[in-house]
């Protein structure tokens, strides 16, 4: 299915304190969108649109003035910072409503935006969802890419369905994000919920690009709560590990019992001060694991049953 040319294209980059990057990245992301406008790719109706997730220094004044400049460039206020995840949510529910795609981005540019060519191509090829796929960690610390190249096994071996080395870097048409907004999890987890869509998708690869300028927002700290919050909203495998480790554990008592009993009537009854150590020890240690496992479940049953706002727009700048 090939679709008509010249659609509007929404731009959404979540910002979480970036004065540092805004101007720079506002002159590029402008060009881009002039140049695709002039080969009629997009229309002129498109907009870039910043989504201020509470920032703390200049970003919104930054915003206000670039919109005052050119109303190519939009603002979305949320009342306060509610992290990444729900910044875009609330970036791409509002662009839906005027876009008929919408491409997702970091405000530091570390995409490479000469590819929103190709999405856009992809699109009007039929695509609805078109990812973008990094060919190439080099400018990333070994840490991190030792981290994450983790946390996307993980994923996968738990059942749940990312695309690997793939980020937020992504094209969505009107029709998917109509059916993305229909999952209400409170816990959001983009890269996982995004594949269960369906339609038709496609990849786009790219190199990634150091930060422009200032630091990064995604902490060791957050990393982790993303990659926990990622597993735990994709899947209840760890929950069936337990069960598993559990039936083995009681297997191996059975054995043990067997052995303990035939002691017992050979007359050895003294022996096992160190296995009795061992056996409090593992099978504490065990039991409180899963606990915290299960817990972390009930946790978050109980986040999602008060249906919370995921984000609370004050402001929009049209
Ligand atoms: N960000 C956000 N809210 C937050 C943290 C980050 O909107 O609480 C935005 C940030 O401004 C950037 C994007 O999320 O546009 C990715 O953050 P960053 O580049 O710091 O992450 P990294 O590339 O280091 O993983
Ligand atoms: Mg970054």
Not at 287 to 299: D, K
Request: hydrophobic share 40%.
């Amino acid at each position: 299915m090939e679709r008509e040319k010249n659609q509007i294209l929404y731009l959404v980059i979540p910002c979480y304190n970036e004065q540092e990057v805004l101007p720079e990245t506002s002159r590029r992301l402008k060009e881009k969108m002039e140049s695709l406008m002039d080969r009629n790719m997009i229309s002129r109706d498109s907009k870039i649109m910043f989504v201020n997730d509470g920032s703390k220094d200049r970003t919104w004044e930054m915003i206000e003035e670039l919109h005052d400049q050119d109303p190519l460039y939009q603002g979305v206020k949320l009342s306060r910072n509610r992290g990444h995840q729900n910044a875009l949510l609330g970036g791409l529910m509002t662009a839906k409503e005027y876009a008929d795609m919408v491409i997702s981005l970091d405000a530091d540019l570390q995409d490479d935006i000469d590819v929103i060519d190709q999405f856009v191509e992809k699109y009007y090829e039929g695509c609805d969802i078109v990812y973008g796929v990094r060919s190439a960690r080099t400018t990333d610390t070994f840490f991190k890419r030792f981290t994450a190249e983790g946390f996307y096994k993980i994923i996968n071996l738990m059942g749940g369905e990312v695309v690997f080395n793939h980020a937020d870097y992504r094209l969505m048409s009107k029709r998917a994000l109509n059916e993305l907004a229909n999952y209400k999890e409170v816990n959001l987890f983009l890269r996982g919920i995004v594949p269960m869509i369906g339609f038709k998708t496609d990849v786009v690869t790219y190199e990634r690009h150091e930060r422009l300028a200032g630091e990064s927002k995604y902490p060791l700290k957050k990393m982790l709560a993303l990659a926990v919050d990622g597993i735990t909203s994709l899947s209840i495998k760890p929950i069936r590990f337990i069960v598993f480790l559990g039936f083995m554990i009681f297997m191996c008592s059975i054995l043990m019992l067997i052995y303990s009993l035939v002691q017992h009537f050979l007359g050895n009854t003294s022996i096992g001060w160190t296995s009795l150590i061992v056996s409090i020890w593992a099978i504490g240690g065990l039991q409180l694991l899963a606990i915290g496992v299960i817990g972390e479940y009930i946790g978050k049953i109980y986040l999602e049953t008060k249906e919370r706002p995921r984000y609370i727009i004050e402001k929009v700048l049209r």
